[in-house]
Every structure is written in C-alpha cells, then in structure tokens.
C-alpha cells in the first residue's frame, strides 16, 4: 500500500504561482511512476502531468505545457506540481497518484493509489 497526501492548495489570482506537494508513505515509493490530475466541478477528471520513477521522463497535458512542471525528490518521498501563469481555468481539485508502471499513465484506470486532494482556485 502507498498513501498519497496532497498539499499546498489555496487561492490565488490569475498570473499567480503555487506549488503543490504529494507526500508518499508505504511501500518502495522510488519505484512508482507518479501522476497529477484535476477534476474541475462539474467535469471529468483529467490528466495534468507525470513522472516516470527516476524522473528521467516527464508528460504534461497540453493545456499546461510551458506553464507547469513536475518534479520528484524521492529522498522525500515527495512529488511537487510547480504552477505558473495560473488561469482561472486551472480551478480544481488537484489529485496525485501513483502506480508501478515502465511508461506514463494518461487514464484514471492505470493509477492504482490516489491522494485526497487539494482545491486550486484562481481568481480572475
């Protein structure tokens, strides 16, 4: 079992920066390819980035290529989503997740363990 603990959150105006942070305790942590997504209310929850275990590899979505970035410190046990340029549509509850994968999962089916969440607002 790993368990999954999203940070950082909150509210800030658009142009803004925010950096979110996912905890992981439980098994091999360093072996997990590791994914941000987002549900907007209303919406489906969509990919936003990943990373492969190493972090020899990263994805990002096409909506926030450019402005956001994954990264990984597995020393840590900890992922971070560094958000730049914030939009009000990047208003969501921001989700991580982990899975034992050798590429970088897009669908919600090939996580295996979520985070609760945290909720990004951004204000026009």
């Known amino acids: 079992q790993v368990q999954l603990k999203e940070s950082g959150g909150g509210l800030v105006q658009a142009g803004g920066s925010l950096r979110l942070s996912c905890a992981a305790s439980?098994?091999?942590?360093?072996?997990?390819?590791m994914g941000w997504f987002r549900q907007a209310p209303g919406k489906e929850r969509d990919f936003v980035a990943g990373?492969?275990?190493?972090?020899?590899?990263?994805y990002y979505a096409d909506s926030v290529k450019g402005r956001f970035t994954v990264s990984r410190d597995n020393a840590k046990n900890t992922i971070y989503l560094q958000m730049n340029s914030l939009k009000p549509e990047d208003t969501a509850v921001y989700y991580c997740?982990?899975?034992?994968?050798?590429?970088?999962?897009?669908?919600?089916?090939?996580?295996?363990?979520w985070g609760q969440g945290t909720q990004v607002t951004v204000s026009s």
């Open positions: 997740a982990g899975d034992l994968r050798s590429y970088i999962p897009i669908r919600i089916a090939e996580y295996t363990y």
């Open positions: 439980g098994r091999t942590f360093e072996h997990y390819v």
């Open positions: 990373i492969s275990w190493a972090a020899s590899f990263t």
